[in-house]
């Protein structure tokens, strides 16, 4: 049996890939196929590593997501883009990991449970449910993984604070808890279950648990600064408002968009499942609120780089 594991990443160029491929090419014995439609935007250091073969296409080239992921033993798909890419991309793709026999696919949710959401909830999650149910369908022929990690850690600060004035907002009451994973941290659990063949099904990551008014006592402790605390209205209100921006101009996407993720972040109706899976993989320092600010100034918050 080859002790060489070979691990095929769709949509290699993104955020969450470029770190899913570091820390694999961190392990020996690990080889890895890139499909992306751009390679120039990798870095040097991934795009010159011997163990990293990239093909260039388009994301219905079928031929090519089949040389893409042949004798993969596992694909991670980490497209973001319309329901064309997310839905119908993506089970271009599963449909040639079928073809090419590969057991295991990871597919692009990096989310919070969608399965708690009915169609038309939130709208970008309902992809999810399709590539979900069409995995469940195909159950028989290749294994499903979904990666559920709640927010990234790096991501609702546009948000929420507000660096000239000092404000951090919050929507509700303000004890609302939200759930984060860092995207570093998703990245290595990712690396992790794709190299285990055990790790099937649904898997719930999280680096942190915690409310906006905790966060502001952790901000103080890491900044010795005291952020005022501003409410933007109740949830009712987030839900009507997010609703009306969405109703005004739907293809205004930026302006509605984190509100509704909000929504749902805080509503505790798609917390993730536990016991969460942490635990399966205990080599993962899981990253905190609190590390996040001890490692990024402050003026860095909202914009943090990783590469
Ligand atoms: N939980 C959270 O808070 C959260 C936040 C953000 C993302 N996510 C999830 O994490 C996953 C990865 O997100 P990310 O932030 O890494 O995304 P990203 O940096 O925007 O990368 C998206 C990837 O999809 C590719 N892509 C986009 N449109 C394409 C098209 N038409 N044809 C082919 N490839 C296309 C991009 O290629 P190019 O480089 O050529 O553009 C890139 O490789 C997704 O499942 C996303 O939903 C979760």
């Known amino acids: 049996m080859s002790t060489q594991t070979t691990v095929a990443i769709a949509g290699i160029t993104g955020t969450l890939a470029k770190l899913i491929t570091k820390h694999l090419l961190s392990k020996p ?47 991670i798909c980490c497209y973001m883009g319309p329901d064309s890419l997310m839905i119908d991309g993506q089970k271009l ?82 004890d609302e808890k939200w759930e984060f994973t860092s995207y570093d941290n998703s990245a290595e659990f990712t690396a992790e279950v794709a190299m285990d063949g055990n790790a099937n099904g649904f898997l719930s990551f999280r680096g942190d648990h915690i409310s906006m008014k905790e966060v502001a006592v952790v901000f103080k ?38 509100m509704w993720y909000t929504y749902y972040s805080i509503n505790g109706q798609t917390t993730l499942p536990l016991p969460l899976d942490n635990s399966r993989f205990p080599d993962v320092k899981v990253v905190t609120v609190k590390d996040f600010f001890t490692g990024t100034e402050k003026k860095d918050i909202r914009k943090k780089s990783f590469f």
């Open 29 to 75: 014995n690990v080889n890895i196929k890139g499909f992306c439609r751009n390679p120039s935007k990798l870095p040097t250091s991934l795009r010159t590593n011997p163990r990293l073969t990239i093909f260039e296409g388009t994301f219905n080239d079928t031929n090519l997501l089949r040389e893409t992921v042949r004798s993969a033993d596992v694909t």
């Open 93 to 174: 793709l599963i449909d040639a990991c079928i073809a090419e026999q590969v057991p295991r696919y990871i597919a692009s949710d990096y989310c919070m449970d969608f399965r708690k959401l009915a169609f038309g909830d939130h709208p970008i999650k309902d992809a999810m449910k399709h590539v979900h149910a069409y995995l469940e369908e195909k159950k028989d022929v290749i294994k499903a993984v979904h990666i559920l990690n709640a927010c990234f850690l790096e991501r609702p600060w546009v948000g929420v604070w507000d660096a000239e004035k000092g404000v951090l907002s919050y929507w509700g009451t303000g």
């Open 221 to 258: 402790s890491v900044y010795k600064e005291e952020p005022k605390l501003q409410c933007l209205g109740s949830l009712e209100e987030l839900y009507k408002t997010m609703h009306a921006t969405r109703d005004r101009n739907p293809k205004d996407f930026y302006a509605w968009l984190g």
